[in-house]
């Protein structure tokens, strides 16, 4: 379905690729994700010059402004170690959408080696590494949000597998959770009335299983039905699968 | 300002979405399960099917001589439409030859694209839809907002209005009385016919037989009593082998309708021979192209693998928010903001806004029986969009964004200078995406730059 295929991952270092939402507003998010790759042992290197995977572009269609970006990341992540992504979004537009807008550019084979060693977080710890369960405890009922860019990868299993493993922890199904919430990258700005409906939407599903906390592998879904919520006056607790990796290891939900 | 299709959805009076969402969610949901309880493994069925059709499309010079020579060897006539006018003028033709005035229709979509029924009444003569749905499309002179479901987008109490209006029987939004009408109605339109004119689901190239599947049997009508039979067909239809349809039925009833296969299923192999009881004496065969050939020329060819099954309609969050009218188009949803605007030809820039009314979100992909990337194909047409310099309403400029994110220094610049959004009201932030954002939803706290700091703080374990 996506272009995921991936080289098997040996040693025990990476390099970070934070995403430009963590390095703008959840700052925190990048932190756990660090603080959970060390407690597995592995060294996380974040190369100085990164900016944005080059997502907004490609998918606004302005694919020579976004390969522009994306050039740019190749050189800033260049070496042989995976490259680690918290977003589902993010890791799907290096190892598929700028392989398909570097098709027919000569540079399209150091787009795709880039792909091959680039994983989404529970992704690389389940899959990459072969950590199959999770140790500590989290004592609260949590929703998965499945991030649509996710769809034919191994993300939402990992997830699921890791998460489900923690001692305390519940995970609670909702209605039509196959359904995008909305976001879209700039659908939600160029298409408003829709971008808020289907998020309303997913609100109203995830509210009727009242979780305690609504838990996705991507910060974008999140900033969009965390401010909808918000913005409502109803707000709900929504907390990134690194942070929630973490506060595990420190024996539960905290911030 | 947003797009079109955003203000349409805006605009969509609630009782009509619901009953879009409602009926669109069920057959979604039911579709899931049917398969999954079926099949060990529906998705290698979908990439199978893809195959076949994606083989099929990619050897049509090969496929169409060979049906068009199994066709003529069964007694059929072959005619070929470059365009939808040609295939208009063509029909036209054949009922004029006969002396024929009264055609009765099946559900055909590429009769829809075509504007078939139109061009035949602006000539004086009749063409009766008989499909139920496609009925009540006609005598509304409305348009199908699903290419399965035409009047997905009416409830009963309408279509009970227009009974009433074409002197149906008084009114009555009961649907089995509406049903028994349109039946009894359309039974005296058979026998009166002089043509029966049907699509066709697929064309097998080994034995060119035409295979229709309907739920109504509206189709056998059309055949039953008319001793004319037109086919009209998109090039694309051929499979190569009867055997493909072994795949291709099982995913169509059950992504179409979440049925294991429709109520008829039908084999048509030519007209009547001496010897057989009934049928009609005639049939043509009118291969459609009207544009797939430049489809097919296009990276965006793998839409013509497409079996109209509708199933991307259904899980698509915003079809079912929209409607099929929002489309503007034949063909509607995901299938259709590819291949709408592609029809197009030169006049792209009139649909070039339909492949942005998607979140991206893969659905459509994940459900569809012949595998096609429709994301995929949508990012193709934007990124031709902006390569034609179509005006996007409501589209942020990337431009800026590109300079920024391929400089670092800028970029930390711009992280630190982002802090301002904390302490300004939106409102006074001239930057349109913002607003659209903010009209609706909070904006999280500006931390530009505080992961960095964190990180070059803090000591590295294996220093």
Redesign the interface.
């Known amino acids: 379905?996506l272009n995921a295929e991936r080289a098997p991952v040996t040693g025990r270092k990476v390099q970070l690729m934070?995403t430009?939402l963590?390095?703008?507003?959840?700052?925190d998010v990048?932190?756990a994700t660090?603080e959970v790759l060390?407690h597995l042992g592995v060294?996380v290197v974040?190369p100085?010059?990164?900016?944005?995977c080059?997502q907004?572009?490609?998918?606004?269609?302005?694919?020579a402004?976004?390969r522009?970006?994306v050039?740019?990341t190749v050189r800033?992540f260049a070496g042989e170690e995976p490259v680690v992504i918290p977003s589902a979004s993010c890791a799907a537009m290096m190892f598929h959408?700028a392989v398909?807008?570097f098709e027919r550019e000569p540079d399209a084979a150091e787009v795709g080696a880039l792909g091959r060693r680039t994983w989404e977080l529970a992704d690389f710890i389940v899959n990459g590494l072969g950590v199959k369960s999770w140790p500590g405890r989290y004592e609260a009922r949590v929703a998965l949000h499945r991030s649509?860019?996710s769809?034919?990868t191994e993300t939402v299993p990992a997830a699921q597998a890791l998460l489900g493993s923690i001692a305390g922890l519940s995970l609670v199904e909702f209605g039509?959770a196959?359904?995008?919430c909305?976001?879209?990258?700039?659908?939600?700005?160029?298409?408003?009335?829709?971008?808020?409906?289907?998020g309303e939407?997913k609100l109203e599903h995830v509210r009727a299983v009242a979780p305690d906390e609504y838990v996705s592998p991507d910060m974008s879904c999140l900033?969009?039905l965390?401010?909808?919520a918000?913005?409502e006056g109803k707000p709900i607790r929504t907390r990134h699968l690194a942070q929630v990796l973490r506060d595990a290891l420190k024996g539960g939900p905290r911030g | 300002m947003?797009?079109p299709?955003?203000?349409f959805?805006?605009r969509l009076p609630a009782d009509k979405r619901a009953s879009v969402y409602q009926s669109t969610?069920t057959t979604h949901e039911k579709r899931t399960r049917l398969l999954f309880d079926q099949f060990g493994d529906p998705d290698r069925l979908r990439h199978l099917a893809g195959e076949i059709k994606q083989h099929a499309i990619e050897n049509l010079d090969t496929y169409l001589p060979q049906v068009e020579q199994r066709l003529r060897a069964s007694g059929a006539q072959v005619h070929w439409a470059s365009t939808g006018q040609a295939a208009c003028e063509a029909v036209l033709r054949i009922m004029r030859d006969r002396g024929a005035t009264r055609m009765v229709k099946a559900k055909t979509m590429v009769s829809e694209e075509i504007e078939l029924a139109r061009f035949l009444e602006g000539h004086g003569l009749e063409a009766v839809e008989t499909d139920l749905g496609e009925f009540i499309v006609q005598i509304d002179d409305d348009h199908p907002s699903h290419i399965v479901r035409p009047i997905i987008h009416k409830n009963r109490r309408e279509i009970a209005t227009s009974f009433e209006r074409e002197g149906l029987g008084a009114y009555n939004d009961d649907p089995a009385t509406i049903t028994r009408r349109a039946r009894h109605h359309l039974r005296h339109k058979y026998l009166a016919a002089d043509v029966g004119l049907t699509g066709a689901n697929f064309v097998s190239a080994e034995s060119g037989r035409i295979v229709l599947v309907t739920n109504e049997g509206n189709s056998r009508f059309c055949l039953a009593a008319t001793r004319c039979h037109i086919v009209l067909v998109g090039i694309e239809k051929i499979v190569p082998r009867d055997r493909d349809l072994a795949v291709l039925l099982n995913l169509l009833g059950r992504s179409g309708t979440a049925q294991d296969l429709t109520v008829y299923t039908e084999f048509i192999g030519g007209p009547r021979r001496a010897g057989q009881p009934d049928g009609p004496e005639e049939m043509h065969v009118i291969f459609v192209d009207n544009g797939r050939t430049e489809v097919l020329a296009s990276d965006c060819r793998e839409i013509l693998r497409c079996i109209r099954c509708g199933a991307c309609l259904n899980?698509c969050?915003?079809y079912r928010?929209?409607s099929g009218h929002a489309y503007r188009s034949v063909y509607p949803g995901p299938v259709g903001a590819v291949l709408s605007p592609l029809l197009m030809g030169e006049r792209f820039p009139q649909k070039a806004d339909l492949p942005?009314?998607?979140?991206?979100?893969?659905?459509c992909?994940?459900v569809c029986p012949v595998n096609i990337?429709i994301p995929?194909l949508l990012?193709?047409?934007?990124?031709?969009?902006?390569e034609e310099n179509v005006p996007?309403?409501?589209?942020?400029p990337?431009?800026p964004?590109?300079l920024?994110?391929?400089?670092?220094a800028v970029?930390k610049a711009a992280?630190a200078g982002?802090r301002i959004i904390n302490h300004l009201p939106v409102k006074l932030i001239p930057v349109?995406?913002l607003q659209?954002?903010a009209?609706?939803?909070?904006?999280?706290?500006?931390?530009?730059?505080?992961?960095?700091k964190?990180?070059k703080a803090r000591k590295?374990?294996?220093a």
Not at chain 2, 356 to 363: P, R
Not at chain 2, 379 to 386: E, I, Q, S, V, Y
């Open positions: 379905m934070a430009c963590c390095d703008a507003f959840y700052d990048a932190a660090v060390e060294e974040f100085e010059g990164q900016t944005c080059g907004p572009a490609f998918n606004g269609g302005d694919w402004a976004s522009k970006v050039r740019h800033t959408g398909l807008e649509c860019h769809r034919g039509e196959e359904q995008c909305g976001f879209g990258g700039t659908f939600a700005v160029t298409f408003p009335h829709l971008s808020a409906k289907m939407l900033m969009h965390g401010g909808l918000q913005a | 947003s797009q299709i955003d203000q959805a805006a969610k899980v969050p915003i928010q929209a942005k009314a998607s979140s991206l979100c893969g659905a992909h994940e990337p995929d990012l193709r047409l934007r990124a031709r969009a902006k996007s309403p409501g589209s942020p990337m431009g964004w590109a920024l994110a391929a400089q670092p970029w992280l982002g349109p995406a659209a954002w009209a609706k939803r909070t904006l999280p706290e500006w931390r530009g730059g505080e992961f960095r964190w990180m590295r374990p294996s």
